[in-house]
């Protein structure tokens, strides 16, 4: 993420926090003042820190600023009970839905699955087998095949920084996006569709989203944000709890495409033709 858009995330929580302590302040919930947001100073540094690759002094520091800020604001005492709401509601949005429950019922029959010959059968495992490689207990890089298309991974997450797919090829048939701050940037015109119907997931915490796609390609889009704007295809939306969902002509029809889900709780969301 660049620096200019951090310091602009970064004074916008600021001035969010500040705004919601002078409420509270003043129906005497709290007692706040503008001095109370000196912690906010470290968790600032903490994270440009880690931006620019200085992630164990980075990580120390924001974990010690966002420490003190609950402790100064007596809120230390709610960070188990947040902590277990957000677990347990992420316990619940982890269930993976079937193809019923999230597309609805089709209509199509069911093409029974290919029949391969034994020596298909030994040269698809021997090469899914090359592919994994040996375990180490790390997660590798994402792997590249020939001409350096990357190929398909379920799910990418990070907690600070940036992801992109914007360059090289790469197959697309279930990825699932995860981050905490940061953008993120797909270029649509790189992916090769490997099924018929290919599903896009991103999830994030605060940063942009933004997702090119090729005036060819039959998609869904199903967008959300919290706090921040939305745009998919010309149709703009700004405020709070903004949503909107749009298909394709002939998307049914389709022999390829591809469902986007797009969620994001601070920052917007641009998905257009490219």
């Not at 992801?163 to 953008?183: A, D, Q």
């Not at 989203?209 to 039959?218: E, G, N, R």
Request: proline share 5%; hydrophobic share 45%; charged share 20%.
């Amino acid at each position: 993420m660049k620096l200019s858009r951090l310091n602009k995330m970064i004074a916008g929580v600021m001035i969010i926090l500040t705004g919601i302590g002078l409420i509270l302040d003043s129906l005497h919930i709290i007692s706040f003042g503008l001095f109370d947001l000196w912690p906010m100073i470290l968790v600032y540094f903490g994270v440009r820190w880690w931006t620019n690759g200085q992630r164990v002094r980075g990580g120390i520091v924001a974990g010690l600023g966002a420490f003190l800020a609950l402790a100064y604001w007596g809120l230390i005492e709610l960070v188990l009970p947040l902590a277990l709401i957000y677990f347990g509601f992420r316990l619940i949005r982890s269930r993976k839905p079937s193809a019923v429950e999230r597309y609805g019922a089709r209509e199509e029959q069911v093409v029974p699955p290919p029949v391969y010959s034994s020596n298909e059968l030994h040269r698809k495992e021997t090469r899914a087998r090359t592919e994994a490689g040996p375990f180490t207990g790390m997660q590798p890089e994402p792997p590249l095949g020939p001409a350096g298309i990357l190929l398909p991974k379920d799910s990418r997450s990070s907690l600070i920084g940036d992801f992109h797919l914007t360059s090289g090829r790469f197959e697309l048939s279930h990825l699932h996006i995860w981050h905490g701050v940061g953008n993120v940037v797909i270029d649509l015109s790189r992916a090769m569709i490997v099924q018929e119907e290919a599903l896009l997931v991103v999830d994030g915490w605060v940063g942009d989203v933004t997702i090119y796609v090729p005036v060819d390609l039959p998609v869904a889009v199903s967008a959300e944000v919290s706090i921040g704007d939305l745009e998919v295809f010309g149709h703009r939306q700004g405020g709070l709890n903004r949503s909107v969902t749009i298909r394709s002509e002939h998307y049914e029809q389709a022999a390829q495409k591809v469902t986007l889900n797009i969620s994001l709780i601070v920052g917007d969301i641009d998905v257009k033709y490219i």
